[in-house]
């Protein structure tokens, strides 16, 4: 996937070093809220937390305060390349079970052979659930892993990504980040030669989109404001 050159062991051990400590965060550690204006005023690298809230506990009974964009909707019905019909669309907030595909092996090796490409836009329509990871080899003192929704809207030459960020584990910190009262941030952009562009804080390019075991897949890049290397994969349902 990353130009079809595998990645050096150092640098696969730093991935599934952050991928474990996730992990571990999500199950067991309090989640620090991150202000809503934080995003716009700092960068990656500078994340301030707001230790005055009441910190979240994944492992406890409770759950984030649900909002409108918080709650599962119902989904949509897509129409996959085969066309059956099947609900697909979801706003279900992701955890990192949904992306061991990802992380495991497209993230190394590329789309599997035996998946079916998606090549037309309205089949990519509606909620997905999303993972940003950044700076996987640490060349830049930047490694993170971002948790979020994603909404695909709008037409072929007129496309809106909605962005519902959720949840940012950084390399090196002992804690997560709750940013779930962070503002949605959109991208606008359309769809070209079977995948979509689309430029806001940066730019996303999801250069493949496919379908595979009854889920539909994207994979593609991230160009951040400040220069650090951005991989994202979306999944559902």
Do not use: C
Not at 52 to 58: E, I, R
């Amino acid at each position: 996937m990353r130009d079809g050159t595998p990645p050096k062991g150092k640098e696969k051990k730093l991935l599934t070093v952050i991928l474990i400590v996730a992990n571990l965060l999500m199950l067991v550690i309090g989640i620090i809220t991150i202000p809503s204006h934080f995003r716009g005023t700092a960068g990656k690298g500078e994340i301030a937390a707001n230790t005055d809230q009441a910190p979240f506990n994944p492992g406890q009974d409770s759950e984030p305060a649900v909002t409108g964009s918080d709650n599962p909707a119902q989904s949509e019905n897509t129409q996959t390349p085969q066309g059956v019909k099947v609900d697909l669309s979801t706003k279900e907030r992701p955890n990192l079970e949904d992306f061991l595909w990802y992380t495991e092996d497209v993230f190394y090796d590329g789309v599997p052979t035996d998946a079916a490409i998606i090549d037309n836009v309205q089949y990519t329509m509606g909620g997905w659930k999303g993972i940003i990871i950044y700076d996987p080899d640490n060349k830049h003192g930047a490694n993170a892993m971002e948790f979020l929704n994603v909404n695909i809207s709008g037409t072929e030459n007129n496309l809106s990504l909605t962005l519902d960020w959720y949840l940012m584990f950084i390399s090196g910190q002992g804690e997560g980040f709750d940013e779930t009262d962070m503002e949605d941030t959109v991208f606008s952009g359309k769809w070209e030669n079977g995948g979509l562009w689309a430029s806001g804080a940066g730019t996303i390019r999801l250069t493949q989109f496919y379908e595979l075991n009854g889920k539909q897949y994207a994979i593609g890049t991230m160009d951040t404001p400040d220069g650090i290397p951005a991989f994202i994969g979306l999944v559902r349902p």
